[in-house]
């Protein structure tokens, strides 16, 4: 019997050696598959690099060159990140971004082929990537002067805007003589579109850039205070009859219990109010202001400098994108206690 027991009294079964290889075989597929996306990544960037290097361009472009290394390493950068962070175990991240990245580089090298290459579409309306690297490079002054004075508009008529609706609503919610001369205002004034008083904003008011920031406050106004003046009214009443049982005076009733419950429908209006102020600034700066992204669209568009315009729209993105993703951030601290009550 102690033939068949190795010397640590384990049975031997002749299909050991085999069966010792199937975990690796089965490690190296693992792995296969967790670095697969990542390089799948890389490659579709590299075939955008190539796409600029492979056709002459129909045009006279000076980045194309500088636009096939950024994409070179671009497609480096992912390869050895896909590398580093699965052999550290840390790859779950960029495995769930690489479809975009993959999507990313596919579109731009289909773009490029269909722009600069092959001219499938026409120009100057539709400009190659590197025409929109070009203003990037070439009209930075231009471009920023008029990035700064729309985040300044935007800023100064959103929170304007966003503090008088705030106030407003929690007044209409908590007071009932407030709301009966208030409501009906609101309701003849917040549906009408903000930019259908332009005629009046720019009769009324000293300057554009005065009747542009009342513009946007008031597209901002109107979402947060119905939203705040919901999130009031909906406040269980077991709150207040709980804090008066504890001797809460009002102004306590109104800041340390109505406000605090009636903070997740004001974040709703301010996200509302933060998309239809976008909106009116491109509108108001088209106008009248003489600086901005509205005002910069609208002078590309007057000389058909294409590139210029979809510069300016691309940053304009970036900027609603970021102004969306920091108030996430402030709604995220503020409503804490909200995690894991409501889903996020």
């Known amino acids: 019997m102690s033939t068949f027991l190795a010397s640590d009294d384990v049975p031997y ?47 006279d472009w000076s980045r194309t060159h500088d636009l096939a290394v950024a994409a070179f390493v671009i497609a480096a950068l992912l390869g050895v990140f896909t590398v580093g962070a699965t052999w550290l175990g840390r790859g779950e991240g960029l495995r769930q971004r690489a479809p975009w990245f993959i999507v990313l580089g596919l579109f731009l090298a289909l773009w490029e082929v269909a722009t600069a290459k092959l001219a499938w579409l026409p120009l100057p309306f539709f400009p190659p990537p590197q025409a929109i690297i070009e203003v990037y490079t070439d009209d930075v002054p231009k471009l920023a002067a008029s990035v700064w004075a729309s985040v300044k508009l935007q800023l100064g008529g959103y929170i304007i805007g966003a503090v008088v609706g705030f106030v407003t609503g929690v007044a209409i919610g908590w007071s009932r ?3 009966y001369w208030v409501h009906p205002i609101l309701r003849f004034i917040g549906p009408l579109p903000a930019t259908a008083w332009l005629p009046i904003a720019f009769f009324s008011f000293p300057s554009s ?78 106008m009248g202001v003489k600086a901005g992204l509205g005002w910069y669209l609208q002078w590309a568009q007057g000389w058909a400098a294409y590139a210029n315009m979809y510069a300016a729209l691309f940053v304009m993105s970036l900027l609603c994108s970021g102004a969306i993703t920091l108030l996430f951030k402030v709604r995220d601290h503020l409503l804490v206690w909200q995690k894991g009550v409501v889903k996020w």
Not at 17 to 46: F, K, N, S
Not at 249 to 263: G, M, N, Q, T, W
């Open 177 to 179: 003589s407030v709301g």
């Open 13 to 59: 079964h002749p299909s050991s050696a085999a069966g010792d290889a199937v975990p690796g075989a089965h490690g190296w597929l693992r792995h296969a598959r967790e670095v697969a996306p990542g390089l799948a990544a890389a490659t579709a960037w590299l075939a955008f690099g190539w796409s600029c290097l492979w056709w002459d361009d129909v045009g």
């Open 209 to 286: 850039w005065s009747a542009s920031t009342f513009l946007i406050a008031l597209a901002t106004g109107f979402p947060v205070t119905v939203l705040t003046w919901s999130g009031v009214a909906s406040v269980s009443s077991a709150y207040y009859d709980v804090a008066r049982t504890l001797g809460a005076k009002p102004s306590f009733l109104v800041l340390k219990v109505a406000i605090p419950a009636a903070l997740p429908h004001v974040f709703v209006g301010l996200f509302m109010g933060l998309g239809a102020s976008f909106a009116v600034l491109v509108v108001a700066e088209m």
